[in-house]
């Protein structure tokens, strides 16, 4: 395969809020899934720092913006999540509601595509990495996996790619499978990026376990099988 650009981002960075923002959401549950992906940004820094490429992040928690929802999604301003209630966005008027999406939402989602176009253009292809995780004890009798590779099986060069890396990943002796826990094909960046620009563009969203990311050396270990994946492109 010739050589591709690749892009890479991490939707769910940060637990954090804006300053002077109160969402009502107590601090346990600020940490917790329902407002984050613990370790997505360890190993999604690690690999900027292989390649030397920089990560779109997001700066603040998914329950004040969702950056994995397209601007028009009911859940990119989410009243509830992960069935914990965000007290703050439940009374937002429809310009409140906008305000943040044109101050946080929209730069995020038009530097991305502006950074895979860019790839694009120059390279013929880009592969798109998104780094998330997952919490294992919100379905403990199936999500018993380390981590899942995300993407549409019907896009030639995304199926390709994925069926690559999740070979390297079960060669390295890690539990792997394809669009789980989510389907690929759900509302999120890459697949509104794949809608968008077509063939030439692979996105794939990456989930590790928590039972991975928290254990101790869990990042780099599957940071390390990602960068070596990076290598072949």
Same mark, same amino acid.
């Given at each position: ?27 346990? #549950? @600020? ?8 370790? =997505? &940004? /360890?190993? $999604?820094? *690690? ?78 292809? #880009? @592969? ?8 294992? =004890? &919100? /379905?403990? $009798?199936? *999500? ?90």
């Amino acid at each position: 395969m010739a050589v591709i650009g690749l892009v890479l981002s991490c939707e769910h960075a940060s637990w954090t809020l804006p300053p002077g923002i109160d969402l009502g959401v107590p601090l346990d #549950v @600020l940490r917790s899934q329902a407002s984050w992906d613990h370790g =997505a &940004l /360890d190993i $999604a820094t *690690r690999l900027s720092e292989a390649v030397g490429l920089p990560v779109h992040a997001s700066a603040f928690s998914r329950m004040f913006v969702d950056l994995n929802r397209p601007a028009d999604h009911p859940n990119a301003i989410p009243q509830v999540s992960y069935g914990a209630i965000v007290p703050g966005n439940a009374t937002l008027t429809p310009g409140d509601r906008q305000g943040r999406i044109d101050g946080f939402h929209r730069p995020y989602w038009d530097a991305v595509r502006r950074d895979v176009t860019a790839r694009i253009q120059d390279r013929g292809a #880009v @592969l798109h990495f998104c780094s998330h995780s997952f919490d294992p =004890a &919100l /379905d403990p $009798a199936q *999500r018993t996996y380390d981590v899942g590779v995300l993407y549409d099986p019907g896009h030639a060069l995304e199926a390709q790619l994925s069926e690559r890396l999740m070979f390297q990943f079960r060669r390295a002796g890690f539990d792997v499978r394809a669009n789980q826990p989510y389907p690929g094909t759900g509302p999120a960046i890459c697949t509104s990026l794949r809608h968008e620009l077509g063939a030439p563009y692979a996105g794939i969203q990456f989930e590790t376990s928590h039972a991975v990311t928290y254990r101790t050396g869990g990042c780099a270990r599957v940071a390390d099988v990602i960068a070596e994946f990076f290598e072949t492109l």
